[in-house]
């Protein structure tokens, strides 16, 4: 097997699809269906199945996706080292929510650029379950996100710190300044993001362990498009502290006197297998020292 058919493989399984894979990888349909026939002769198993909804691993597949992938990163980093010069370098791909991304990572990020330039950074803003099923196929090398409580297969994880969850709303809301009992909440409207994260999913909870089974809201997946419809007075937004400091400070929005009852993180999580790979390495040194982790 070549690694050229390994990251074929690997585009395929994590794009679903071989035409998005071959316009990915800039070869010919035609040559990376020839890969994978050479690659599942060489295993001497059928790795994909093809249907009209699209393309999913087979068994075989699921259970070597895996290996493929320590074999390309591996193959990537052995050749890192064997170009290794004084200077640190070499290529990250990251992910992380748009909270992080915006209100933890950048003078990270700036840090990083300083003392080692020549690291090149791809970011991509995701989903908590992009993030995960990323991590997961070995697509990221390092992600970020907010949870409770957090263990995912085959990645070590670290927490980076707290994240306070609140509601918040517009200082002439009706429940602005009063002491908030749950079961007060119910006939209010609410800006929400999408009901995979955490905080969302945590504050509907514990509305239903107060009786309150169905509320008024909208979805989101954007933290600025929660603010801007809080400062029109839409609604009671739930958001991470950190990201409503200047709204607060300036008045313009309030935070409302009733506690989530939930003690939220950031962490970061990276692929295991990667773990010797040395630009990986000294960005996880550079972001512990950063958020003060042992």
Known sequence: MKITELKSFLVI???????????SLNY?????????KSLEHSVGAKLFIRDRKGVTLTEAGKRFHKYARQIVDLSRDGTE??????????????????????????ELLYKIQKTAPDIHISFKIMTDKELYESIKMGTLDLAFLVEQELVVANTEVMKICDEPVSLYAKPDHPLAGKAVKTIDLGDYHYLLWAMECCYSAAFQKRLQKAGIHSINYMEFINTETIKQCALSGLGIATLTDITVKKEVA???????????KGDFYSFMLWNKYRASYPALRYFIEIA???????
């Not at 399984?13 to 316009?23: E, G, I, P, Q, T």
């Not at 170009?83 to 748009?98: D, F, H, N, W, Y």
């Not at 300036?250 to 989530?260: P, Q």
Request: glycine share 6%; net charge positive; proline share 3%.
């Open 13 to 23: 399984a994590s794009l679903s699809s071989f035409s998005k894979a071959a316009h």
């Open 28 to 36: 010919a349909h035609s040559s990376v269906t020839a890969q994978i």
């Open 81 to 106: 080292a064997v170009r290794q010069s004084p200077v640190m370098s070499g290529k990250l791909t990251i992910g992380a929510v748009e909270t992080i991304s915006t209100y933890r990572l950048p």
């Open 250 to 260: 300036e008045g313009s929005l309030v935070k409302l006197d009733w506690d989530i």
């Open 288 to 294: 512990k020292n950063h958020f003060g982790c042992e």
